[in-house]
């Protein structure tokens, strides 16, 4: 035994790891090297002041400010819209499905939210009788059908951030610094893409379905990020 | 026969002292029931379960954090352990899961603040009359140099030395390797050798308490 022997293996010694031979062989040592002996004594010293250390009181006052952070926290999800509360309740039945999970969760996230603006559709008085010859060109439906494409990405993109935003407390910073990279990355290429189909520079997207591909791709990828975050499936995608 | 270097005196010799966990075995199934009724929103439950937890959290935060922050992020983990039984699946003991979530919202804190000052920067810039009069015992100096460690060797060494949990117990909460956890336990004790190497000598020649 050396005193690089003991240097490397002293924490192991005293937190008794070491088998009988080994420790008989630092203690050895120890008894023929003072170096060493006070490097071990110190380490002891320090391990018994660590242990005794007194338990810290928090403020008599550090409960009511929980019960206050929690009453907030429940009014907030009490605002929460009408899907967050559906996901809640489907959660627990995807979670763990892994990547067939977060995209049957994703198809049927999209699904509940065109069922509900369906239904809220049907609910809206009908309306009176046009005329049989619609002013509308071809084009102008077109343009209008991906503009209502494009809204329904975002606004599902939207409330699949707000609903992983709940889960983020519980995720460690490796875990929260990963997802946040992915959803950077994929955050630039959907300004890349919107950027390459610019009508003029403005917010106006050319209205070429084709064209469009790239663009929808971005999104169903950020759509799976999400979903997958959204049933713990950190490491999806 | 080898003679000690102290020629008429043995040695001394460093006690190996066997770790004792210091975890909730004798209140685990105590811990079920009040899990059950903090699940179910009963606010005595939730009061007692933060009662039962509070030093544990609130010391191992302070001990990562600093005491300037430490209430702070002791409400975000007490929040978190409300709002996050739902998923706690007992698959490890309450405590380990309690500590998981306390390390996570201290590390979190720290990374998101400004960066510290680590090292003995901090010890010398404190100024001379916090320093004098001051307590003589290592354990006070040693929370001292706590603060001065780097942030991951601070927490191996807080949940071991002075919470006194397994390498078993740190690597889950820290989501390491049971031999990351030891590696970086031994540094962080080297660390602290070098920070309080004159409290040390004092202690050796028996000046403090």
Same mark, same amino acid.
């Given at each position: 035994?050396?005193?690089?022997?003991?240097?490397? +293996?002293?924490?192991?010694?005293?937190d008794?790891e +070491?088998?009988?031979?080994?420790? =008989?062989?630092l203690?050895?040592?120890?008894?023929?090297?003072?170096?060493?002996?006070?490097?071990?004594?110190?380490?002891?010293?320090?391990?018994?002041?660590?242990?005794?250390?007194?338990?810290?009181?928090?403020?008599?006052?550090?409960?009511?400010?929980?019960?206050?952070?929690?009453?907030d926290?429940e #009014?907030?999800?009490?605002?929460?819209?009408?899907?967050?509360? &559906? &996901?809640r309740?489907?959660?627990?039945y995807?979670?763990?499905?892994? +990547?067939?999970?977060?995209?049957?969760?994703?198809?049927?996230?999209? &699904?509940?939210?065109?069922?509900?603006?369906?239904?809220?559709?049907? !609910?809206?008085?009908?309306?009176?009788p046009?005329?049989?010859v619609?002013?509308?060109?071809?084009?102008?439906?077109?343009a !209008?059908?991906? =503009?209502?494409?494009?809204?329904?990405?975002?606004?599902?993109i939207?409330?699949l951030?707000?609903?992983v935003?709940?889960?983020?407390?519980? &995720? %460690?910073?490796e875990?929260?610094?990963?997802?946040?990279?992915?959803?950077?990355?994929?955050?630039?290429?959907?300004?890349?893409?919107?950027?390459?189909?610019s009508?003029?520079?403005?917010e106006?997207?050319? %209205?070429?379905?084709?064209?469009?591909?790239?663009?929808?791709?971005?999104?169903?990828?950020?759509?799976?990020v999400?979903?997958?975050?959204?049933?713990?499936?950190?490491?999806?995608? | 026969?080898?003679?000690?270097?102290? =020629?008429?005196?043995?040695?001394?010799?460093?006690?190996?002292?066997?770790? @004792?966990?210091?975890?909730?075995?004798?209140?685990?199934?105590?811990?079920?029931?009040? #899990?059950?009724?903090?699940?179910?929103?009963?606010?005595?439950?939730?009061?007692?379960?933060?009662?039962?937890?509070?030093?544990?959290?609130?010391?191992?935060?302070t001990? #990562?954090?600093?005491?300037?922050?430490?209430?702070?992020?002791?409400?975000?983990?007490?929040?978190? #352990?409300?709002?996050?039984?739902?998923?706690?699946?007992g698959?490890?003991?309450?405590? %380990?899961?309690?500590?998981?979530?306390?390390?996570?919202?201290?590390l979190?804190?720290? %990374?998101?603040?400004?960066?510290?000052m680590?090292?003995?920067?901090?010890?010398?810039?404190?100024?001379?009359?916090?320093?004098?009069?001051r307590?003589?015992?290592?354990?006070?100096?040693l929370?001292?140099?706590?603060?001065?460690?780097?942030?991951g060797?601070?927490?191996?060494?807080?949940?071991?030395?002075?919470?006194?949990?397994?390498?078993?117990?740190?690597?889950?909460?820290?989501g390491c390797?049971v031999?990351? =956890?030891? @590696?970086?336990l031994?540094?962080?004790?080297?660390?602290?050798?070098?920070?309080?190497?004159?409290?040390?000598?004092?202690?050796?020649?028996?000046?403090?308490?």
């Open positions: 035994m050396r005193c690089g022997d003991v240097a490397r +293996l002293s924490s192991a010694y005293l008794g +070491l088998d009988d031979r080994m420790s =008989s062989a203690r050895g040592h120890l008894r023929t090297c003072d170096r060493c002996r006070v490097l071990v004594e110190d380490e002891a010293a320090l391990v018994r002041a660590a242990g005794e250390l007194e338990p810290l009181e928090p403020p008599a006052e550090l409960w009511a400010a929980i019960e206050d952070r929690l009453a926290a #009014i907030a999800d009490a605002e929460r819209p009408r899907y967050w509360m &559906w &996901w309740a489907a959660r627990p995807l979670a763990g499905l892994s +990547l067939v999970g977060a995209a049957a969760a994703a198809a049927l996230f999209l &699904w509940q939210r065109e069922a509900g603006e369906s239904a809220a559709a049907a !609910s809206e008085p009908v309306p009176p046009v005329a049989l619609s002013s509308r060109s071809h084009e102008e439906a077109r !209008s059908e991906l =503009s209502r494409a494009d809204r329904r990405y975002q606004e599902t939207a409330e951030r707000a609903i935003e709940t889960e983020r407390a519980a &995720w %460690t910073p875990e929260v610094a990963a997802f946040d990279a992915r959803l950077a990355e994929l955050d630039a290429r959907i300004v890349a893409e919107r950027a390459r189909l009508v003029g520079g403005g106006e997207l050319a %209205t070429s379905a084709a064209g469009r591909d790239p663009l929808y791709a971005a999104y169903r990828a950020q759509i799976d999400l979903s997958a975050a959204a049933v713990g499936e950190l490491g999806a995608r | 026969m080898k003679s000690s270097v102290l =020629s008429d005196k043995p040695a001394r010799l460093a006690v190996v002292r066997p770790r @004792s966990r210091s975890g909730a075995d004798a209140a685990a199934d105590d811990d079920g029931a009040l #899990i059950e009724a903090c699940r179910r929103g009963e606010r005595r439950a939730m009061e007692a379960l933060y009662h039962r937890y509070k030093r544990r959290v609130f010391g191992l935060v001990r #990562i954090v600093g005491a300037g922050d430490a209430e702070e992020v002791a409400q975000e983990v007490f929040v978190r #352990i409300f709002r996050g039984l739902g998923k706690f699946r698959d490890a003991a309450l405590s %380990t899961w309690i500590y998981r979530l306390s390390v996570n919202a201290a979190s804190h720290v %990374t998101r603040r400004p960066k510290p680590e090292g003995e920067e901090v010890l010398a810039q404190l100024p001379a009359p916090a320093r004098a009069p307590d003589p015992t290592l354990s006070a100096r929370e001292e140099a706590l603060a001065a460690l780097p942030v060797y601070r927490s191996v060494l807080v949940l071991h030395d002075v919470a006194g949990l397994s390498h078993e117990e740190c690597a889950e909460i820290l390797r031999g990351t =956890s030891k @590696s970086q031994h540094k962080a004790r080297a660390k602290m050798r070098d920070l309080l190497g004159a409290d040390l000598a004092a202690e050796r020649r028996g000046e403090v308490g």
